[in-house]
């Protein structure tokens, strides 16, 4: 509720938060897990305090209807973008879904698997960028590269709408807004962001992760670019 009431302050449209988390490893204790339906529950709260439409990742096809009762926007995840059966679901359910592309797959891959969403009779698909795996980066910490001409492409080739995710894509806060700010001028219409009270102290994905201030400081420049964009036009 905190992140929540905070982020709308500082400009946020929309509230993602994971209920369902998948991780590279598979390791969970007691001070570090999922909380399943509850963390939907809490979603739901944040949604009715602050009016913030919700998106929440849903990774196993037997879970759909559950997390769609919840959320007002269905993620798919970069690692089951190609999960056939999932998307056949979730194109059923008739929620917004919010499509990463997975870090291994082309243009022609992501669009196809937007195609099943379509084809499934959901025409309400958003994609998200979120970096392309390549066998090293300047940084032995920065994950993936943004594929910034992916934006463009998806303009030229789809009417669909397109999101970049700077954070899960660098994976360090630093490299968050630059990445923000030539996402919105190549054209996407909008960013997905990790932020948190106190980034040191968060249990994942604390080095991409944005305080508040930074956060504040963030969409301010972002809405600059963007009227300068619409200006422009």
Known sequence: LDIAENVKSRGANVLRGGAYKPLTFPYRSESFFELGEEGLRYLAEAREKTGLPIVTEVMDP?????????????????????????????ARVQ????????????????????????????????????GIAA??????????????????????????????DPSHSTGMWELVTPISLGSIAVGAHGIILDVHPNPAVAKCDAG?????????????????????MISEA
Not at 136 to 150: G, L
């Open 62 to 90: 037997r879970l759909v209807d559950l997390v769609a009762d919840y959320a007002d926007i269905l993620q798919i995840g970069a690692r089951n973008m190609q999960n056939f059966p999932l998307l056949n679901e979730v």
């Open 95 to 130: 929620k917004p879904v919010l499509l990463k592309r997975h870090f291994g797959c082309s243009l022609r891959d992501w669009l196809g698997a937007a195609e099943y969403l379509l084809y499934g009779g959901n025409p309400n698909v958003i994609l998200c960028e979120r």
């Open 135 to 164: 066998p090293h980066t300047h940084h032995p910490n920065s994950r993936s590269i943004v594929d910034m001409q992916a934006v463009p492409a998806v303009h030229e080739f789809t009417h669909l709408p397109i999101i970049v």
């Open 208 to 228: 991409q992760a944005l305080n508040f201030e930074n956060f504040r400081n963030l969409t301010r420049k972002v809405r600059a670019v963007s009227d300068a």
